[in-house]
């Protein structure tokens, strides 16, 4: 799991930009794990990104993932909120 609630990506200009981890989940089907996060500056717009056991962030590859991704948004969402 990442130990902290930031993380840092590079964009595709080689900008380094932090990162405000909304929540991290495993997916036993797919046997990865998954983190989603959003720019502090721009919340409405969450990215989402595989991680190994170091921390290193992986592209997501199927449509099959980003589909369970979606749904593990909405649920995500319903329960944030009826907070």
Known sequence: MLE???LFVT???GNEMEMEILFTFEDDEQKRKYVLFCDPQQEEEVFASAY???GHLMPVETQEEWDMIEEVIG???????EA
């Open 52 to 54: 190994d056991d170091d």
């Open 75 to 81: 649920a995500f969402s319903e329960e944030h909120e």
């Open 11 to 13: 964009d595709e200009d």
């Open 4 to 6: 902290s609630n930031t």
